[in-house]
């Protein structure tokens, strides 16, 4: 369809999506910052819990053949699992922050996306499926992970077989092998969803065009298995929380008032605007410079006051 053939809006209709909107902002920006919140305190406790892990290097891996023993009874990596064991519940604490940063995640966008696609029907819907199935895979499959794994190098760790091919069958069985290609294919179809999601709210002026860039941003960092730039989508998720909830420093964007699409301006229209203020400007200290008297501004007459007095008396 066109975008002529979207029928416009009552302003009945547009009166009762502002009020649903505001409703549902007043339950959702709290949750919002907090998910920015829950997500940086799970990478601290993830990168905290994992500090000090068993690193098996080349050389370490090669001692047991340089021994001449090919299948050692204990596995150069059996530390490694036995540190995973040990630290089985901090890095499943981490992963369920994580799931629920992400579910704030969701509920966020979700939300913009509706109010986007009010204010522009041709907004794509494939954004609320991506959004919806790609953030919620994520977030169950990473609680899901740390679970099967600590459940596998806990019988490890109570076993008798420390070897190699015991130490395979907890880190290189079938279902990590699934859940390794499916984890990144949600990752990607959640980000898609979000910068598709951060466009659209700035085509309607739902969202300040930086803090859609920051989403974009984030939206890639969470596909990096990293901690290091964690608090890049922290960031975004507590300034959407503010947005939300109707606490923006410089105002609230007026597109959520009018419950139309009022864009932001572009970069050309934003030089164009500052170039015609400063001709303006040059303009008038010329003519204050040639002697040319500025234009009376008016006063505002107190004759109505007065006439009102003298019908009093």
């Known amino acids: 369809m066109s975008e ?22 007043a339950r959702l920006g709290v949750p919002a910052a907090a998910g920015g919140v829950l997500y940086m305190l799970s990478g601290i406790i993830l990168t905290t819990t994992l ?13 047991p053949a340089l021994r001449g023993e090919a299948n050692p009874a204990v596995s150069p990596r059996a530390g490694e699992v036995t540190f995973q064991s040990h630290h089985s519940f901090g890095l499943v604490a981490g992963s369920v922050l994580v799931a629920l940063a992400y579910a704030a995640i969701v509920l966020v966008l979700l939300f913009i996306l509706g109010a986007t696609r009010f204010r522009q029907p041709q907004t794509r819907p494939a954004a609320r499926w991506l959004i919806l199935i790609g953030g919620s895979a994520v977030a169950v499959l ?17 076993g008798h077989d420390f070897s190699d091919h015991a130490v395979e069958a907890v880190t290189h069985n079938g279902i ?12 990607i179809a959640l980000a898609a969803g979000m910068i598709m999601t951060m466009l659209g709210a700035v ?8 803090v859609a860039m920051v989403g974009g941003v984030s939206a890639v960092l969470l596909l990096l298995p990293t901690a290091v730039l964690d608090f890049v989508p922290a960031f975004w998720m507590v300034a959407m929380g503010i947005l939300i909830m109707e ?19 572009s970069q050309a229209e934003m030089r164009e605007a500052k170039e ?8 008038k200290v010329r003519a204050k410079d040639n002697g040319v008297p500025e234009p009376a501004q008016p006063v505002k007459s107190s004759s109505r006051k007065r006439r009102k007095r003298s019908a009093s008396r």
Do not use: C, M
């Open 276 to 283: 015609e203020a400063k001709s303006g400007e040059t303009k």
């Open 51 to 63: 500090r000090g892990i068993p690193t098996v290097g080349v050389l370490q891996g090669v001692a």
């Open 142 to 158: 990473s609680v899901a992970t740390q679970i099967l794994l600590a459940i596998k190098t806990h019988n490890f760790v109570t």
């Open 176 to 187: 990590y092998t699934v859940l390794a290609y499916i984890t990144p294919v949600a990752g």
């Open 247 to 265: 606490r923006w420093p410089s105002g609230d964007p007026p597109a959520w008032a009018s419950g139309e699409a009022i864009p932001w301006p």
């Open 4 to 25: 002529s053939e979207y029928p416009e809006p009552s302003k009945a209709e547009i009166k009762a999506q502002v009020a649903r909107e505001s409703e549902r902002r």
């Open 203 to 210: 085509r309607t002026g739902l969202v300040p065009r930086w």
